[in-house]
């Protein structure tokens, strides 16, 4: 089927705090729908079938609850009600946005994924309602071929969000479309989290996703492009990934993914919108399986090497764990392996190894967790690279646990620059990276020079280990990863 999103760069109001009448709002937020409107003909005109715009993308971001109330639709988030925005404009006040939403949709026969605010009543009687007895959410619509509004998605995991509500209980939201079956939907900081976004995949064995979202990047492990990529190739589905467009706040990063092939979009220089139009596979076989073998790994049933991907497993990749302790002399001698290191990565305290030399094995380890590498490069470059492991309790701007394996450029040459933000490099590293993860959900990072992406030749599990393997990048390495979720542990 053939897939558009939009990086969106937003016409901001320029005090978000004030407050303003509807009338204001309404102003302000056409002249970012009047932009929708012109990439929905210029994504029908090439095909696509379905168009995802991203969060905030309407009315902005940085408002106070009150603030933020003039710009809210009135939204009934119930399935029962059948309801065409366009067509039936006055069934329900506060609706405009809605309708103008419903309406590029039906005019251009194609389906319609947006984000927006939302508000809804509640009785002094509901234990969750808000002092000021309304509701407000984050909310993604999306609307069919012909404007009828056909599932409303409340943001369950709200990012500092203070304007608005998360919902009392998490959505399950997913629409049927003629072309490609049903997709799931969730915004943001729900990507990181079992509820709802795993859930719902696993639950309706989802294939395809639309995700809005307003993502500020975080190299090395969680910049936009990277992290999407990684979350469909371990659920083995297609993304369409639509962020906002703002590189003075580090916001940048939409693609349509599959779990072999990505078009992407990553651009902190030039400012504007970027449309992305792309045909990708239908996903049909049931993924459910290679979850089910993810859930399985610990009876470690086969010993032979597996693997998701379909080409088959060259077997220098089905590798025995030596078990070294670090700063052990290795078996070549009286060679030192290197010394361990600490630096934080990511606000968490990362131990490190230093990647020395044309070839080697290092391992480091930390709590449960120890990881492994193997790796030759061709050229020795100017470059420091570093081994980083972390088991633990991610508490900067959100509270996670998180299971890292990390072979990552660093930002000079001493020590205290690994885990910096790098954002180029030259060095070619043919590797295989693994760990003894504790968690089913590893999402594999493979991130180039210039922030594009690469995909490794083989990985999956083997021998209660998980691992990702790479002959030759096809740019200067800055990250291989394995981000293990351990969600039990949140």
Known sequence: YVA??????????????????????????????DIYEQQVVAAARQGAQIIVFPEDGIHGFNFTRSSIYPYLDFVLHSQSVKWNPCREPHLFNDTEVLQHLSCMALKNKIFLVANLGTKQPCERTDPH???????????NV???DDGMLVATY?????????????PPEPDYTFFDTPFAGKFGMFTCFDILFFEPAVNLIRQHNLKQVVYPTAWMNQLPLLSAVEFQQAF????NINILAANIHHPTLGMTGSGIYTPVKSFIYHNMESYGGKLIVAEIPVITTD???????????RENLDHSCKTF??????????????QETPGRESEKGNEQLPPPFYAEMMYDNFTFVPVWGGKGEL??????????LNYQRAVLTDELYALGVFDGLHTVHGTYYVQACALVKCGGLSFNTCGQEVTDATALIDFQLWGNMSTPYIFPLLLTSGITLDFADHMGWKNNQYFISKNRTSSGLLTAALYGRWYEKD
């Open 4 to 33: 558009a999103v939009y990086e969106h760069e937003s016409i901001l109001s320029p005090n978000p705090t004030a407050l303003v009448d509807r009338q204001s709002a309404l102003e302000l937020m056409g002249r970012n729908l």
């Open 129 to 139: 309602c808000p002092s000021d007895g309304r509701y407000q959410f984050n909310t």
């Open 142 to 144: 999306a609307f069919s």
């Open 154 to 166: 409340r943001k369950h995991n709200l990012y500092f969000e203070y304007a608005f509500d998360a």
């Open 232 to 235: 469909a190739t371990a659920f």
């Open 287 to 297: 993924y459910r399986t290679s979850l089910e073998n993810n859930e399985r790994f």
């Open 309 to 322: 991907t379909s080409t088959p497993m060259d077997n220098e990749v089905c590798f025995k764990v030596r």
């Open 363 to 372: 391992q480091v380890c930390a709590n449960t967790l120890c990881c492994y």
